[in-house]
């Protein structure tokens, strides 16, 4: 405990993030129009389900199912990270499937 106190309190936060999802979509102009649009509602669908279970969860802490100790508490506000992150990539998803290079336009103009 000692230890993780330490990381907490006195070092430097890595601020990074990583994500494949993010990575690939600076390669989505290889694709045709359908391949994208296919992987995007993929995508979706995967990130809006994974939202649904981090809800799900959440709502089951809210009502006490887990108790209300120090941990499960902090646990709750990196569940609602999680849910956060997955319901703006859903969002981003479905909003990447109205642009170039997932419209046909972009095929036209070349």
């Known amino acids: ?10 070092s430097e936060v890595d601020h990074a993030l990583r994500s494949e ?3 690939r979509s600076a390669f989505f102009f290889l694709m ?3 391949e994208l ?8 669908a995967f990130f809006r ?3 649904a279970r ?7 802490k809210d009502r006490g199912e887990f108790g209300y100790s120090p ?7 990196a569940l609602e990270a999680s849910l956060r992150v997955d319901e703006a990539l859903a969002g981003w998803a479905e909003w990447a499937k109205t642009v ?3 419209t046909a336009e972009h095929v036209k103009a070349e």
Not at 1 to 10: D, G, I, N, Q, S
Not at 54 to 60: F, P
Not at 71 to 77: D, F
Request: aromatic letters at 2%; charged letters at 20%.
């Open 54 to 60: 981090c809800r799900a969860l959440a709502d089951a």
């Open 100 to 102: 170039p290079p997932a």
């Open 49 to 51: 389900a994974r939202a």
């Open 37 to 44: 649009a296919g992987h995007l509602g993929r995508e979706a």
């Open 32 to 34: 045709t129009p359908g």
């Open 21 to 23: 999802p993010l990575l």
């Open 71 to 77: 941990l499960t508490q902090s646990l709750r506000v």
């Open 1 to 10: 405990m000692a230890e993780v106190r330490r990381w907490l309190t006195t």
